[in-house]
């Protein structure tokens, strides 16, 4: 299916966001697991990739450690509040996604009919 650069870029958007929502869900699963440490997207890193590459993720390179946070006793340092807010963050990055997606095919669909 052709599609045009927006919606390349969309695309990727919605891919980097749900990769985003699947670490926020690893770290909470973790959040028992001594020595685990919270992993995050660099969004902006991430999203750059996507416009430079037409649309293709490839999250591995964006996906690191976040820094400086407490560390319990076990070496863990998932916060289960902070996970929380990234998890309502990232869905509603999702869908706003969505949404933008909506417009451009209803963008579309004007021009077709006209």
Known sequence: MATTPMLDALQGY???ANNRQQLVATNMANVDTPGFHTKDINFQAAMQQVLDKGGEVQLTAASRN???LPERADGNNVNIDRESMM???TQLQ???GV???KE???EL???IKE
């Open 104 to 106: 451009q095919f209803h």
């Open 87 to 89: 998890l309502s963050e």
């Open 14 to 16: 919605l891919k980097v």
């Open 99 to 101: 949404q933008l997606i």
């Open 109 to 111: 669909l004007t021009a």
């Open 66 to 68: 976040v820094p400086n």
């Open 94 to 96: 999702y869908q706003m």
